[in-house]
């Protein structure tokens, strides 16, 4: 790989963090704002702030299956370029916006900015050998846990005095970063590999998932993606509540608790997936993966003491082998010029997910917490019981995987 290539991964890898930064980082004074906007209602800023996380969720939904498609026919370099010029623009939004429309508008560009994510691994697949994608994806993995980690942290300490100033921020890097790539980054897809005609039908997000029906290896992947995905939604939504319930936390161990999740996944992501995949391959990897997930949220249900969850914290991320190595294998069943569908189709997947899975925890918490179940551990058990069933359908689906059977799908015209 020239020089030139690696500084172009590592512009995706800063793209990927700063996508998943502008989720983070406006998550402490977003409802600042919003309850300053509505005059100090609490009740109402709530339902405010609910939105907006769905409204994030709809638009990447909708729109990363377009911007996966655009990548395929014009290539990655242009749709990157241009998501992240928008997050920009979002960023500036945030900062200068007078109402709640404007929080709003921003809360919209900030998802479909982030819909640059499938375009960037589409890019990963494009300058990386079949062999060497679950290594460069956990990468990616690793700039999610980044994102994570540094998001919340960034966005609570600058918006401590001025709730607009984490915006600012992200406004800046995200316009270095664009300004950046514009003379850095390669096209990654050669124009005789693109699709040669635009396809409105693939454009919508149930038509994009069309491509995941294509072969039956694909489609079951998909599905271990999206239980995998739907699982996650969990720290989202019941970790804060849970710890507070079951073990008394405060802010701060909260702070501490999330950031421990954070560097355990980065950990895991960069360091433990390449070598792991090279020592027992892809399905073993991803077998493990989700065993090593299920296993994980029994033990959150399970333990007795803070110390007990904390132990359980890095069993669960382990977990981090089961995505990259399903990405990996999932490639390799569509051509050159279908990765940026794939990937869309996949983050449309994602959407879905984001949508689901905090009203399904959160409904499960609040149900299993009332006097007459007494069962507050009932979600992360729940989550432990869709990473078994994404484990059954892995090993189902995998079980006659071969590198013969690897070879990718002949390109759609």
Same mark, same amino acid.
């Given at each position: ?20 930064l ?22 109402? +800023? ?55 429309r ?24 494009d ?43 992200? +406004?800046?890097?995200s ?30 997000p149930?038509?994009?998932l ?50 421990v ?21 892809e399905?073993? +990897? ?56 794939l ?34 551990s ?5 989550? +432990? ?29």
């Amino acid at each position: 790989m020239s020089i030139k290539r690696h500084a172009a991964v590592g512009f995706i890898f800063v793209t990927v963090m700063l996508d998943m930064l502008a989720f983070g980082i406006a998550a402490p004074p977003l409802p600042k704002l919003i309850s300053d906007f509505l005059g100090g209602d609490t009740a109402r +800023a709530s339902q405010y702030l609910g939105l907006f996380v769905t409204t994030f969720a709809v638009m990447q939904f909708f729109f990363s299956p377009v911007l996966g498609l655009l990548s395929d026919r014009f290539g990655r370099r242009p749709v990157i370029l241009l998501s992240n010029f928008g997050l920009a623009l979002d960023y500036l939004i945030l900062a200068l916006a007078p109402s709640l429309r404007w929080l709003f508008l921003g809360r919209v560009l900030a998802g479909l900015s982030s819909s640059s994510i499938p375009t960037a691994s589409a890019y990963i697949s494009d300058v990386t050998p079949p062999e060497k994608r679950a290594k460069a994806f956990g990468m990616i993995g690793a700039a999610f846990g980044v994102g994570f980690v540094v998001g919340p942290a960034l966005g609570g300490w600058l918006g401590q005095h001025n709730p607009r100033m984490p915006f600012w921020v992200g +406004a800046g890097a995200s316009l270095l970063n664009a300004m950046y790539g514009f003379f850095v980054l390669p096209e990654s897809l050669a124009p005789e590999k693109r699709q040669t005609q635009w396809q409105w039908k693939k454009a919508n997000p149930l038509g994009s998932l069309k491509l995941l029906r294509s072969h039956a290896e694909l489609l079951g992947l998909a599905g271990v993606n999206f239980l995998g995905y739907v699982a996650h939604e969990i720290y989202l939504t019941v970790w804060i509540l849970y710890g507070m319930y079951r073990f008394g936390w405060d802010q701060r161990t909260v702070g501490l608790t999330l950031a421990v999740v954070g560097v355990c996944s980065i950990l895991c992501s960069a360091v433990v997936v390449g070598p792991v995949v090279s020592w027992v391959g892809e399905r073993r +990897a991803l077998l493990a993966g989700l065993a090593f997930a299920a296993a994980g949220f029994v033990l959150y249900g399970l333990a007795a003491s803070t110390w007990a969850f904390l132990l359980a914290i890095g069993v669960n991320s382990l977990w981090s082998l089961a995505s990259p190595t399903s990405q990996a294998l999932m490639t390799r069943k569509v051509s050159p010029s279908e990765q940026g569908e794939l990937q869309g189709a996949i983050a449309s997947l994602r959407g879905i997910a984001m949508i689901i899975g905090p009203f399904m925890f959160s409904a499960t918490f609040a149900y299993f917490i009332a006097p007459e179940h007494l069962a507050p551990s009932a979600p992360w058990y729940l989550a +432990a019981a869709l990473l078994a069933g994404a484990f059954a359908i892995a090993a189902s689906i995998t079980a006659g995987d071969r590198p013969a059977d690897s070879s990718p799908a002949p390109a759609n015209p």
